[in-house]
């Protein structure tokens, strides 16, 4: 991943007082377009992608961060993110298709250390390789757990993007796990640390309590070009 701008990470553990969060609604979309989001492909290389002719917003996130499950709420449905998880494909793209110019990609097992280091080096490339070159990537949804965010996994994802100015929606999971102050401060505090990025919105979600569930999928759909159509 190429090294660029050095992230002002300094402030996350400030004192801050509680912060709103942004409703992004728009009324313009009716039901959940995501919904419609259904397994296309999997692949552990760039050979057998789909073709890059499409709008394509992609999920990453350290094991256990809550991405699945994230995947399965946006999209309103139980199971889809597990296809991700089944042995074999936690080393692969993962490409879910909405309509034929409009997909999520899973990145399971990115920054996941548990395999080979040969194997872990062979998948780094091809991510890297996809991050890097794709040009249906519109965006990307970095999935943190709001009780420990901003590891070194996460600050690589937003060095990256920030270099390669990828926008980017920073998901708080497990938002539940915290009362609603510290909750509320983790969001300041990530913001503030993140303020010098250029395309980063931050906010607090919960698969369990459905927090923040609109105003994420309002952003996707933006990413997806959704909110042009009919
Ligand atoms: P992944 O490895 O990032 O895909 O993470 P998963 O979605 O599989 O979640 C990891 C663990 O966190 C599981 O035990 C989930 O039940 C739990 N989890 C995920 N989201 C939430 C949430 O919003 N609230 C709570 N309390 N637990 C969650």
Same mark, same amino acid.
């Given at each position: 991943?190429?090294?660029?701008?050095?992230?002002?990470?300094?402030?996350?553990?400030?004192?801050?007082?509680?912060?709103?969060?942004?409703?992004? $609604?728009?009324?313009?979309?009716?039901?959940?377009?995501?919904?419609?989001? *259904?397994?296309?492909?999997?692949?552990? !290389?760039?050979?057998?992608? /789909?073709? !890059?002719?499409?709008?394509?917003?992609?999920?990453?996130?350290?094991?256990?961060?809550?991405?699945?499950?994230?995947?399965?709420?946006?999209?309103?449905? *139980?199971?889809?993110?597990?296809?991700?998880?089944?042995?074999?494909?936690?080393?692969?793209?993962?490409?879910?298709?909405?309509? !034929?110019?409009?997909?999520?990609?899973?990145?399971?097992?990115?920054?996941?250390?548990?395999?080979?280091?040969?194997?872990?080096?062979?998948?780094?490339?091809?991510?890297?390789?996809?991050?890097?070159?794709?040009?249906?990537?519109?965006?990307?949804?970095?999935?943190?757990?709001?009780?420990?965010?901003?590891? #070194?996994?996460?600050?690589?994802?937003?060095? %990256?993007?920030?270099?390669? *100015?990828?926008?980017?929606?920073?998901?708080?999971?497990?938002?539940?796990?915290?009362?609603?102050? /510290?909750?509320?401060?983790?969001?300041?505090?990530?913001?503030?640390?993140? #303020?010098?990025?250029?395309?980063?919105?931050?906010?607090?979600?919960? $698969?369990?309590?459905?927090?923040?569930?609109?105003?994420?999928? #309002?952003?996707?759909?933006? %990413?997806?070009?959704?909110?042009?159509?009919?």
């Amino acid at each position: 991943m190429p090294g660029g701008n050095t992230l002002k990470m300094g402030h996350l553990y400030t004192n801050s007082t509680m912060a709103g969060q942004a409703n992004n $609604s728009n009324n313009s979309i009716k039901g959940n377009p995501l919904q419609r989001a *259904k397994f296309l492909l999997s692949s552990p !290389d760039m050979a057998h992608v /789909p073709p !890059d002719n499409a709008y394509e917003v992609a999920f990453a996130g350290r094991s256990n961060a809550g991405k699945s499950s994230a995947l399965n709420t946006l999209c309103g449905q *139980k199971s889809l993110a597990r296809t991700s998880k089944t042995p074999g494909r936690t080393q692969q793209l993962v490409f879910f298709e909405l309509d !034929d110019t409009r997909r999520l990609v899973d990145l399971p097992g990115y920054g996941y250390a548990k395999v080979p280091n040969k194997m872990q080096e062979a998948w780094q490339k091809t991510l890297d390789k996809f991050l890097e070159t794709r040009q249906s990537l519109k965006g990307l949804v970095l999935v943190m757990d709001s009780r420990h965010p901003l590891r #070194e996994f996460d600050r690589q994802m937003l060095e %990256w993007c920030a270099y390669k *100015k990828m926008p980017v929606l920073v998901l708080l999971t497990k938002a539940d796990k915290l009362k609603k102050g /510290p909750a509320n401060n983790t969001l300041l505090q990530v913001r503030k640390a993140l #303020e010098a990025l250029p395309d980063v919105t931050v906010q607090l979600f919960s $698969s369990l309590k459905q927090t923040g569930v609109q105003q994420a999928r #309002e952003h996707i759909y933006r %990413w997806l070009g959704l909110h042009n159509t009919p």
